[in-house]
């Protein structure tokens, strides 16, 4: 039975760098596969829903702008970051990105929107 | 009267004290957290802790009786700094040493936890109550090994005066080398009387919240928190001037700087003790006193008697 | 709310205290030092989960479920997927069952880990808090790489896995156990002869062998009195069928037992982790699930770390669950609290509820309440319980009835 067993891990430690990140400066370097903010493909999009109907919080909604063309609403603040939408979509329009530094002040700057190019109509193109 | 006047409030009074105590807590808390592979507190913490807490508003409980309740702290501190201003720091004797100050330094040291017993009490929450009731009964173990320390150094020295102490340590050496008993066990009783770990059974936080002190906010608990910071320091001053008393004739700014060092490398080792132990229960922490730190006290007594007799000083 | 009657003086530990990680109500009754008794009260953290099932389809569901808790998230999540996959009757691929078990060794040091350092920061012993959350991170940027996430793995599906693991994460886990083995060889060494751990674990807790089998303690709190109970070995799922798997118990049946069981069983977790990469096999990771899961009913269990946790399902055959059930293993640990502080000090008190490791967070579920008067067994309804409170509120001249009121 010792009192201060440690001492001698403790001492060593003294000399050693701390074992924290001085983070927002230092930046952390996260796994490459880490489960961050969506991104949708409009071009590939279909309007199955089948995301939707998934997901388990209901934060993703797409929205039919135009014949076969889609646009995505996520609210960032109500998705889990969970991918099953990535999972259940058919045609890969989904993606998991790994952008974790989504904190704002402005609960509206929250909804983003993912909406793809407007189509050329024929008066653009004689 | 200015000269003392100033040396009261100014140097090395009240104001030095306050700026010495919280840099000591920044000393104390960064070594805590190195040692424990952490980066630490920037050096002015402490001083930005006690202007936060100042400027924060007194709540005080309804069912307590509110007088009592804000002037403990502040008899707490004023005790605390009184008994500075009778140890010796770089000279061998104070402006205010008489005959029988180390008596008088022993007992305003016991003044704060009598005034914490206090401001717990009639705080009249059952955290509170608990944890006063436990300041006391911890006053019950570690105070005699604390006086016993202190007091052998004392008797070999053949007076009761500190600065007569200085004076006769100064005249023979390298007698206080055989102190050394007493100073390890002072240093552990001095551990009970600062409530560090593993003696900090009062302000347990995960049994009782902050134990006599959770109640207090704002000023008040500025105050609590600057009297535990300058009993540190004049604890540590204490043992300095007793157990080390070298280096006390050179002259005035070199002395400075070794009083210094004493006093930090004394925080240091509490830091060191506060970092490798858990903290132990009541009835452990009386029955670690009385059967093991006595006993060494007594030894210690005995031995300078001894020393005393035989080199019939 | 207390009353400071002449022979008792109750403190109340909980539901805010700095001894609890988690919300719970223990009412303590002190002379002294010393304890009289404790009341316990439950479901401060309870978040209608249960119910929620009943109204999302299994998939979103399996993602509910992981939430329960955040340390033992991936039993919770497995217990439930793999009742429903006995109810659908499916044949899920081996390098699923494999990686489920590899996640769930790994949850098994990480909440080992969490534990050391909570009874660390209960006895005062911060050092070893700040130790073992460092050594901990290893472990977390593992299950980053791993699965995406430091906690709610959402790994699991109905069939299989959704992430495979290939030969670099291999590499790395190897790596971090070797690490980890040495750390907490050290970790051990220090429970075994640092004097104020011993004085402060020795004899604190106590629960006998009798008592553990009466009061029906699971997981490391029943295994360190000598009751060698664990579900990987008497009722093997995932991959432990094919792995060898030792029960840790101890003799000491108090709170110093606890802490050796759970510090061995993170070297026997090392060992399984390095028995299951070997053993992966190549294949599939996930099987077809319909969404429609045929009319049944299950019983899962699984070993969490904090002992044995079990899921009832009830399938109709629509998309729907109609029934989860969740018996969480703090459940049935928090009953043998109350018997363990007899006789104790204040002291005694943080520990011995850190001991059990404590997840209030799994506890709060639905219970029944058994009238000992006369003898019956109610389950309050939706409809009880929503007149119940409106009438609570209106006692205390509160009127609900604008809540009625659409905005």
Known sequence: MRPGKMIREVLRSFWKKPATVLYPREKLDMADKYRGKLKFYPEKCIGCKLCMRDCPTGAITIVKTEDNRFEAHIDLGKCIYCGQCVDSCMKKALEITGDVELAQLDESKLKVVFRGEPKKTDKENP | MTNALFSIIIFPGFFFLSILALFAEFFDRKLYARLQNRVGPPWFQPFADFIKLIAKEDIIPCDSSPRMFQLAPVFALCAAVTTFLYIPLWRRDTNFSFNGDIIVILYFLTIPTLAFFIGGWYSTSLYARIGSVRCLTQLFAYEIPLFMGILSAALLANTWSLSGMMVFYSRHPLLWLCNLLGFAVSLVSLLGKLEKVPFDIPEAETEVVAGAFTEYSGRLFALLRLTLDVETVTGAALLAAVFLPFGLTLNAPLAFVIFLLKVLSIIAVLSLCRTVVARLRMDQMIDFCWKYLVPLGILQLLINLFLKMGLSI | ?407
């Open chain 3, 1 to 407: 709310m207390h009353d400071l009657d002449k022979s008792k003086f109750k403190i109340p530990i909980g539901p805010q205290h700095p001894a609890l990680k988690e919300p719970e109500s223990f009412s303590v009754a002190l002379k002294g030092e010393k304890i009289l008794g404790v009341d316990i009260r439950l479901g401060y953290n309870h978040r209608g989960i249960e119910k929620a099932c009943e109204d999302r389809s299994y998939v979103q569901d399996v993602y509910l479920i992981e939430r329960v808790c955040g340390i033992c998230s991936h039993s919770h999540s497995t217990c439930f997927v793999q009742a429903v996959e006995e109810i659908a009757a499916l044949e899920v691929p081996m390098r699923a069952l494999y990686i489920r078990t590899l996640i769930g060794e790994l949850e098994r040091i990480h909440s080992h880990l969490l534990w050391l350092g909570v009874a660390g920061h209960e006895i005062g012993f911060d050092t070893l808090l700040m130790y073992t959350w460092r050594d901990r991170e290893i472990v977390m940027d593992i299950l980053a790489l791993l699965t995406g996430n430091r906690v709610n793995y959402g790994i699991n599906t109905i069939g299989g896995v959704r992430r495979d693991i290939d030969d670099k994460a291999i590499k790395k886990i190897l790596a971090a156990m070797n690490t980890l083995e040495d750390r907490t060889k050290y970790y051990i060494g220090i429970a075994l002869e640092e004097t104020t751990i011993i004085k402060r674990l020795s004899g604190v807790g106590v629960l006998s062998h009798e008592d553990a089998l009466r009061l029906d303690a699971v997981g490391p709190t029943a295994r360190a009195s000598r009751v060698a109970r664990d579900v990987r070995h008497d009722d093997p799922y995932a991959a432990y069928s094919e792995l060898t798997v030792n029960v840790i118990t101890d003799n000491h049946c108090d709170v110093y037992g606890r802490t050796l069981v759970r510090v061995k069983e993170l070297m026997e977790s090392y060992r399984i982790i390095r028995q299951c990469l070997e053993k992966l096999p190549a294949g599939p990771i996930t099987v077809k699930a319909p969404r429609k899961i045929q009319a049944g009913e299950s019983t899962s269990r699984y070993e969490a770390p904090r002992g044995e946790d079990l899921h009832y399902v009830k399938a109709n055959g629509t998309e729907k669950p109609e029934r989860v059930k969740i018996r969480a293993p703090t459940l049935a640990n928090v009953q043998a609290v109350k018997h363990m502080l007899k006789d104790r000090y204040l002291a005694d008190m943080p520990i011995v509820i850190a001991a059990i490791d404590p997840c209030f967070s799994c506890t709060d579920r639905l219970v029944s309440i058994n009238n000992l008067d006369d003898k019956k067994r109610e389950v309050i309804t939706w409809e009880k319980l929503r007149d119940y409170s409106i009438s609570w509120y209106r006692e205390r001249g509160i009127d609900p009835s604008i809540l009625n009121k659409k905005s």
